[in-house]
T-cell receptor, first 115, second 113 residues
Framework: EAQVTQNPRYLITVTGKKLTVTCSQN?????MSWYRQDPGLGLRQIYY???????DKGDVPEGYKVSRKEKRNFPLILESPSPNQTSLYFC??????????????FGDGTRLSIL | AQSVAQPEDQVNVAEGNPLTVKCTYS??????LFWYVQYPNRGLQFLLK??????LVKGSYGFEAEFNKSQTSFHLKKPSALVSDSALYFC???????????FGTGTRLKVLA
């Protein structure tokens, strides 16, 4: 089954304790992206990746890091989480947008609470 | 800068009636426009997209959207609403010159039986 898998689905942690949210897709997609969803603000793009070793900032990259060492994986790293990063996070993937455009496939989300 | 506006936080419609969920956008180049739907505790699901061509785009589950370049709008429509259409709907845009996506704030659609 074609899917985007995020782990964990839920996490409660404390300020300053490094955490990683994993994202994996099995569709051989080149493009991957992370979003955060907050009430009244919709989805905002954090980082995106056009392919292995190619990443770029979205609209809200502060406090986050990403890496793309393999095509299927795109982890989101919070080196020193703070309460304002409490949010619902989504990973998404699609075929390359360079040759036209493709819809994104979304994971089921990771709810992070930073105390 | 790119932007997307969904002016209505919530839209209520009776089952069987037509529905419209509004979206306006601003980009500097040609827009790529999308509609997604989100059900509770799930990720977003693609409904339809406009890249070029016909201004009326047909998508999944009987939804369609009308691209209006002069009004910079991309409203989502369905001729006859179902209770199961109740969900959160997001409009998104990508400027053809970038690979960044901008999403609207979402519109909650409630279809009343």
């Amino acid at each position: 089954e074609a899917q985007v898998t995020q782990n964990p689905r839920y996490l409660i942690t404390v300020t300053g304790k490094k955490l990683t949210v994993t994202c994996s897709q099995n569709m051989n997609h080149e493009y991957m992206s992370w979003y955060r969803q907050d009430p009244g603000l919709g989805l905002r793009q954090i980082y995106y990746s056009m392919n292995v070793e190619v990443t770029d900032k979205g609209d809200v990259p502060e406090g986050y890091k990403v890496s793309r060492k393999e095509k299927r994986n795109f982890p989101l790293i919070l080196e020193s989480p703070s309460p304002n990063q409490t949010s619902l996070y989504f990973c998404a993937s699609s075929f390359s947008p360079t040759g036209g455009d493709q819809p994104q496939h979304f994971g089921d989300g990771t709810r992070l609470s930073i105390l | 800068a790119q932007s997307v506006a969904q002016p209505e936080d919530q839209v209520n419609v009776a089952e069987g009636n037509p529905l419209t969920v509004k979206c306006t956008y601003s980009v500097s180049g040609n827009p790529y426009l999308f509609w997604y739907v989100q059900y509770p505790n799930r990720g977003l699901q693609f409904l339809l997209k406009y890249i070029t061509g016909d201004n009326l785009v047909k998508g999944s589950y009987g939804f369609e959207a009308e691209f209006n370049k002069s009004q910079t709008s991309f409203h989502l429509k369905k001729p006859s609403a179902l209770v199961s259409d109740s969900a959160l709907y997001f409009c998104a845009v990508r400027d053809a010159g970038t690979y960044k996506y901008i999403f609207g704030t979402g519109t909650r659609l409630k279809v009343l039986a």
